[in-house]
């Protein structure tokens, strides 16, 4: 006991932390406005589950290091009620929380405490030897990670024999009788001739509690300047995420004055990607199935963060300069302090131009972050500013745009030919069937690329069988808009969206079938930002719901060689979750051995094709297409499934370069069903 230290550590160490915190949070505040405090319980609910619960860390992907990591966050998390305790026997001997002292409630912590003590050490040996060991690829490995699992290893060392000697002075301690820490500890000092009334023992108490509290605040004090910031800020960054739909990206206002057309500079970012930055824990789950990083390219989710980061530490005493003057309502002075920035701009300059345009949007990231960063946003909001702001995109993407903006479609193919494919198929639109249950939604590559023709043919024969009420709107129907707003060309994108949706509006459309995963998305999660609200099915759905009901009935024998493979759609599965629907369709079929990738479901890896780079030449690395279609040759399945235009063309065009075409076929679920239909 010494209040007079314990008063001057806390007064140091919490005042330099004040002002440590001061610093990373001053900068939010010049940052864009952004609701992220709406629906507080459904948000308290994901704290809940991901940031204490850890879910994330559960995944079957490096199991063991995630377990770890669990160990760790917990482990900490119980201590710190016992580091409270130490706090307050600096100013009074024996002191504890109110009910712990010689309360049930302290008998049953005890031993918890000491569990997550030893789980703690363990956890931080585990994840030390992974690091200094095996040294995983996707980890950022520094020595400033090890010396902090040391640090909290020691921290736990010191625990132990603050226990260990208390025990020693005070024998009949209470909690003696369930800290089985802490009785090791007393054990292993009584065996080296140490006894209550020792000098030693005295002085290695004081030791334990003293070093404990000085490496817990130092430790604190650390935080806002390393990449364990994140286990400050992962509450409130996590309480902060996003509540839209998976697949749903931010609207820009066109009619607001204070519109920016993208993201050029880091004050141009909502205040989220702040924190974003900060917690990134550098632990590379982002990039361990990131497909671009994976095949050469320049971009990793996880530097792109880290360089962000770096970038916005940089500008951090200018913008909290800024922040002054802005929450005294001083905007014009707040902004002429941003605007005397001569350093490097984040787009273009921080993250290359090669770096932005190489996402495929597929989500991984996302998916498997354990503090669900938001990267793609992150990289559509610089493509936006390089597209809208600078002009500077892909060249191939030229005459793509003409294209949709010329003939709705990216092929720059005639509109009036948009319903060629099914003339004479007596199919109906709106005009001639007024009381019609769906619009058949048949998207650009179903109308125009060959290949996905024949799966709309198929599922149309299907619909038709079924007796399905439905209608296509033929040379009417436009883009959906999707990829353009992937790409950055927000305004083109919003132009085709609210075209269709008072077209669709007008016609009284309620329910819409589409065979693209890319539609799909869009017209589910995004077309409501325009007063666009459906009822949205993929075909896989519908074929299954027909099954399931007996109006189709597969009989017919799968009829190819081999084993049969599905590919998870990025935007079907991890964006949309339709995992299992796909795969039962498969499976109904009579015949089909359907066998798995190692990298599926969740885990899925990219055709290549999304976020627009199916338009965009693959000029740097590998092709993305050709690391996926050698995952699905491992299965030596001899017909690879998709449930998606973009994905078939990719995977078919790479069967075709690898000269296997006569062997190996690509085929739609749509495809593999209807020819298990009779006529």
């Known amino acids: 006991m010494n209040p007079e230290v314990m008063s001057v550590l806390l007064f140091v160490t919490l005042g330099f932390f004040s002002w440590s915190m001061l610093r990373r949070v001053l900068p939010l505040f010049t ?10 319980f459904v948000r308290a609910a994901g704290v809940i589950k991901f940031a204490l619960g850890q879910s994330r860390f559960f995944h079957r992907f490096e199991l063991l290091h995630g377990l770890a990591h669990v160990m760790i966050f917990w482990g900490f998390i119980a201590v710190s009620i016992n580091t409270i305790h130490l706090v307050g026997r600096g100013f009074i001997a024996g002191w504890s929380l109110p009910g712990f002292q010689d309360t049930a409630i302290g008998l049953i912590y005890a031993p918890l405490k000491d569990l997550f003590v030893l789980a703690v050490m363990i956890g931080t040996l585990v994840a030390l030897g992974r690091r200094v060991f095996l040294k995983p690829e996707r980890m950022t490995l520094s020595w400033e990670a090890n010396l902090i699992l040391l640090w909290i290893f020691f921290m736990m060392v010191l625990d132990i024999l603050y226990s260990g000697t208390m025990f020693l002075m005070l024998p009949d301690s209470p909690e003696k009788r369930t800290a089985f820490m802490g009785v090791l500890g007393m054990n292993i000092l009584t065996g080296l001739g ?33 990449k364990h910031f994140h286990v400050i800020m992962s509450l409130p960054g996590v309480f902060a995420g996003s509540l839209k739909a998976k697949g749903e990206l931010t609207r820009q206002d066109f009619q607001s004055e204070d519109l920016l057309l993208g993201v050029g500079k880091i004050e141009e970012l909502p205040w989220k990607r702040a924190l974003d930055m900060y917690n990134c824990t550098e632990c590379g789950r982002c990039q361990a199935n990131c497909p671009a990083y994976l095949s050469d390219k320049p971009l990793s989710p996880k530097v792109l963060l880290m360089d962000s980061r770096d970038h916005l530490k940089k500008k951090t005493p200018l913008m909290c300069r800024a922040a002054y003057y802005k929450l005294k309502d001083q905007p014009e002075r707040a902004q002429e302090v941003l ?16 770096t932005i345009w190489s996402c495929t949007t597929c989500g991984h990231c996302i998916e498997n972050c354990p503090l669900l960063i938001e990267h793609v946003e992150h990289i559509i909001d610089m493509r936006r500013y390089l597209m809208q702001e600078e002009s500077r995109f892909p060249k191939e993407l030229t005459a793509v745009y003409k294209g949709w903006e010329n003939m709705s479609n990216p092929w720059s193919l005639a509109s009036n030919s948009r319903a060629d494919w099914f003339e004479d198929m007596g199919v109906k639109s709106p005009s001639e069937n007024h009381d019609f249950e769906y619009l058949y939604y048949v998207g650009c590559a179903g109308s125009f690329d060959d290949r996905n023709k024949t799966v709309s043919i198929a599922l149309l024969r299907l619909m038709k069988k079924a007796e399905v009420n439905f209608v296509c709107l033929g040379n009417d129907e436009k883009c959906c808009g999707e990829t353009a707003r992937r790409l950055g060309n927000e305004f083109l994108s919003q132009s085709m969206m609210e075209a269709n949706v008072k077209l669709w509006n007008d016609m009284g459309v309620k329910k819409i079938i589409t065979a693209c995963p890319h539609c799909y998305n869009t017209i589910k999660n995004e077309y409501k930002q325009f007063g666009g609200n459906y009822e949205v099915m993929h075909h896989t759905e519908i074929i299954e719901r027909l099954i399931r009901e007996r109006k189709l009935e597969p009989t017919l024998n799968f009829d190819r060689n081999g084993a049969v493979v599905y590919h998870d759609s990025c935007y079907l599965g991890r964006y949309n979750e339709l995992y299992d629907t796909p795969r039962q369709l498969v499976k109904s079929i009579p015949g089909v051995d359907l066998v798995e990738a190692e990298r599926c479901r969740r885990i899925s890896f990219c055709c290549g094709a999304g976020g627009g780079r199916m338009w965009v030449e693959e000029n740097i690395g590998r092709r993305i297409s050709n690391i996926r279609c050698d995952q699905l040759l491992e299965t030596s ?14 995977l078919d065009d790479e069967i075709r370069d690898k000269g296997l075409e006569d ?13 298990s239909i009779t006529d």
């Not at 940052?31 to 507080?40: G, I, K, L, S």
């Not at 605007?339 to 090669?354: A, R």
């Not at 399945?637 to 990719?650: D, G, H």
């Not at 062997?663 to 020819?675: F, G, S, T, Y």
Request: charged share 15%; net charge negative.
């Open 663 to 675: 062997r190996i076929k690509v085929l739609d679920v749509a495809q593999i069903v209807n020819e």
């Open 637 to 650: 399945a001899e017909t690879f499934a998709t449930a998606c235009p973009y994905c078939k063309i990719m």
């Open 194 to 226: 140490l006894t209550g009334e020792s000098h030693a023992t005295v002085s290695l108490n004081a030791i334990g509690l003293w070093g404990h509290l000085v490496m817990v605040f130092a430790f604190l004090n650390y935080l806002p300047y390393g």
């Open 339 to 354: 605007n005397s920035w001569n350093g490097e701009m984040l787009t273009g300059e921080v993250i290359k131009e090669d």
């Open 31 to 40: 940052m864009q406005p952004e609701v992220r405090w709406d629906q507080p």
